[in-house]
């Protein structure tokens, strides 16, 4: 059994500030399950406006987060704060009304299996804003041009590849213009080139809309392209963060075997 | 080794008190959301009650004629025979048709037919994060997933109840034919017992049914994970939490109904 002192031996902490404030904190968060301890003191802030990703081993606690984020997930103990907002303190009510300055891509999608490709992406333009019907066709005819599905609006989902279903997500997320744009995993289950063609679209998107955006993964390719921050994860604590370049060049034994895909360093099978 | 024993049975019992516990709570959120504006649910409402009369039908209509001519009907024809009381029959309807057996199995069938088809529903739903992306597009999964089919499945179990009982006399007045009975003294006998209270009673008690049925399934979709697999599991718990919760409450009511209405024990 490792002592503690063990387990986070390689976590320096270590936080380069990007220069600007943050959008998202988390405060000394503590998330459990049962015995599974998933987030063990988790301090970490993501910059605004800027792409950022957190990077870390499977099951560390990347996709906890963002249901923290979003108040899916309460922390046992510790804050987490959006804009200066505390989202545990949150009422229901308040919830409901927060979360509309998000956008979320989830691992699949999430498309909603009985709408059509259209319907999903108005879905959320029909339920929080007072837009007419030909005003919601517009926005969304425009967005699903945005992720290349301008002619696929009137297919289910189950009618469409992994790929298609995360881009059908993705113009989901952004038809509210939101402030965050949240991608759980958005590489995952998608070749590499299609994994290509989804983070060029990202930064694209982002470079139009601005807002920021926070990308789950663990795929380094998609770091490199993408990430213009970085805070890497492990066993639910930040290992180190900060921008993209200075975490490619960190001397961490663990940042850097995770970031070069090498087998030697601290990261084992465990 | 009593310990090891004492430790597998506390972790399964606490489990279960927490999940009925956390289904209490959601009793509590659906019937507040429901009754607190807005009604976005209507839609879905007629959609989910059209689909539970589609589905439950037929099986309920077979499986209370069947059951009625067989049990209460051939089997207590077989013993009123004996003392040449065959007449008995009607009044034995009321206790068996109207006050069990019509509303014990519609909650069978509504249980094993709707309420897994709504487990594995809002189960698919949960394990593709749908469920999660409602509540982050700032929609209440209670209010516009819960609710309607708590509402319908009430509804649907109180008239499916008075459908259950006309095909489950219908089992009995097939009983008194085979056994070349006139059906005179069967509707006599039938009527000397009934009693308004055992008809609303049972529409009650059947009401009350599809409320636990609609909960209990829809906190087993809700609460799914672990895959195809975990579905599977959530269907099956379901239904089997399902019935126990059903027959657990029928033990109570009907306790609860004869000491209120000492009326209904008295067989004339």
Redesign the interface.
């Known amino acids: 059994m490792a002592t503690v002192e063990q387990q986070f031996e390689w976590h320096s902490g270590k936080n380069r500030s990007a220069g600007v404030p943050d959008a998202i904190e988390f405060i000394d968060v503590y998330k459990s399950f049962g015995s599974n301890k998933v987030l063990q003191g988790l301090n970490m802030g993501l910059p605004e406006g800027m792409i950022s990703m957190i990077l870390g081993p499977s099951g560390t606690g990347k996709s906890v987060c963002i249901k923290h984020i979003v108040g899916l997930l309460y922390p046992d103990s510790g804050d987490v704060v959006v804009h200066g907002q505390s989202v545990p303190s949150l009422s229901d009510a308040e919830l409901f009304e927060f979360r509309r300055q998000f956008g979320v891509l989830f691992q699949d999608g999430a498309l909603f299996g009985s709408l059509n490709l259209y319907d999903n992406v108005a879905f959320p333009l029909r339920q929080h804003t007072e837009k007419g019907e030909e005003e919601i066709a517009e926005i969304v005819n425009r967005r699903l041009r945005e992720v290349g599905l301008g002619d696929a609006g009137q297919k289910m989902p189950n009618e469409l590849s992994g790929g298609m279903r995360k881009r059908a997500g993705f113009a989901r997320a952004l038809v509210l213009d939101p402030q965050i744009v949240l991608f759980d995993e958005p590489d995952s289950g998608l070749d590499p080139v299609r994994t290509a063609l989804l983070c060029e679209l990202i930064k694209e998107i982002h470079a139009e809309n601005g807002g920021t955006y926070v990308v789950i993964t663990h795929d380094i390719m998609s770091a490199r392209r993408v990430a213009e921050y970085i805070a890497v994860l492990w066993r639910g604590r930040i290992v180190e963060a900060g921008l993209a370049q200075d975490l490619f060049d960190s001397e961490n034994p663990f940042v850097k075997q995770f970031l070069s895909g090498e087998s030697a360093g601290p990261l084992g099978m465990e | 080794m009593v310990r090891s024993v004492a430790e597998r049975a506390y972790l399964p019992a606490r489990n279960l008190l927490e999940e009925i516990g956390d289904m209490m709570i959601l009793t509590g959120r659906t019937i507040v959301s429901a009754l607190r504006p807005p009604y976005p649910y209507g839609g879905e409402f007629v959609s989910q009650f059209l689909f539970v009369l589609k589905l439950c039908w037929f099986p309920l209509l077979i499986s209370t004629l069947a059951i009625c001519y067989a049990a209460p009907g051939l089997q207590a024809a077989n013993f009123l025979t004996l003392f040449g009381a065959l007449d008995r029959l009607g009044g034995i309807f009321i206790l068996a048709a109207v006050r069990e057996i019509g509303p014990a199995v519609t909650a069978v069938v509504l249980a094993g037919v709707a309420g897994t088809a709504i487990t594995a529903d809002l189960g698919?739903?949960k394990i593709?994060?749908?469920l999660?992306?409602?509540?982050?597009?700032?929609?209440?999964p209670v209010k516009n997933l819960v609710v309607p089919r708590f509402l319908a499945l009430m509804v649907a179990t109180g008239l499916f109840n008075v459908y259950a009982i006309l095909f489950g006399i219908f089992g009995g007045l097939a009983a008194e034919l085979v056994n070349h009975q006139p059906l005179g003294p069967f509707w006599t006998t039938f009527f000397e017992n009934a009693d308004t209270t055992d008809l609303w009673g049972s529409v009650v008690k059947c009401t009350v049914y599809g409320a636990i049925i609609a909960i209990i399934c829809c906190y087993k979709g809700m609460t799914a994970s672990g895959g195809a697999e975990g579905v599977g599991r959530a269907v099956n718990q379901a239904v089997v939490l399902a019935f126990l919760a059903v027959f657990a409450f029928n033990y109570v009511f009907t306790q609860m109904l004869l000491a209120t209405h000492p009326e209904i024990l008295v067989i004339k």
Do not use: I
């Not at chain 2, 999660?132 to 209440?140: I, M, N, S, T």
């Open positions: 698919a739903r593709r994060e749908e999660d992306a409602l509540q982050v597009l700032g929609v209440d």
